[in-house]
C-alpha cells in the first residue's frame, strides 16, 4: 500500500521532467535573430511557444 503514492509520484515526475525538456529543446531551435515567423521550425518549438505563451500573427 506504500508503494502505490511513490510510483505515482515517480510517474509524475519524469512526465514533468520530459516536458520540461521538450519546451527546453523548442525554445533552443527557435531562430537566433528573435524575430518569430508564422510557422514554428518543429513540433517542440510549436509546443515551447504555446507553453511559454509566444505567438506570432501573420
Known sequence: ???IPLIIG?????T????????????RQ???RMRLADVPPSRTAGLARKVTGCHARG
Open 1 to 3: 500500500m506504500t508503494a
Open 16 to 27: 514533468v521532467l520530459v516536458g520540461y525538456l521538450l519546451v527546453l529543446v523548442g525554445m
Open 10 to 14: 515517480l510517474v509524475l515526475g519524469a
Open 30 to 32: 527557435e531562430d537566433r
